[in-house]
């Protein structure tokens, strides 16, 4: 007589690559990026209590998701501003603005 079972699908995990976990992008935030470091711009968030505002402006300024993204200096051992280059536009950021820009490491 022949078994009528239905083949168990194999585990979730089996057929899931290795490599691929080890080549996913390192996303971080501008503010956590290393000096010299040079990144790409995946998202900039916006912040809840200026409606946007903040978002937009950083957008005008040319920090667009696609663009290239530079942390030249940090100033006061990183609790000051960043001198951050985009584009061809070297501009000092802020903590907080810094950290709405979402990068994935180059």
Known sequence: MKSHRQPRPAAPHATRP???AAQAP???T???LPV???ATIREVQATGHDGGALKRRLMELGFVPGERVQVLRRV???HGPLAVRVGTSTFAM???ESSLV????A
Not at 102 to 105: F, G, K, N, S, T
Request: a positive charge; hydrophobic letters at 55%.
């Open 18 to 20: 290795v490599a691929a």
């Open 26 to 28: 390192s996303v971080t």
């Open 30 to 32: 501008l503010d956590k």
């Open 36 to 38: 010299r470091a040079t």
């Open 76 to 78: 006061f051992f990183g």
């Open 94 to 96: 802020r903590k907080l």
């Open 102 to 105: 979402e990068v994935v490491l």
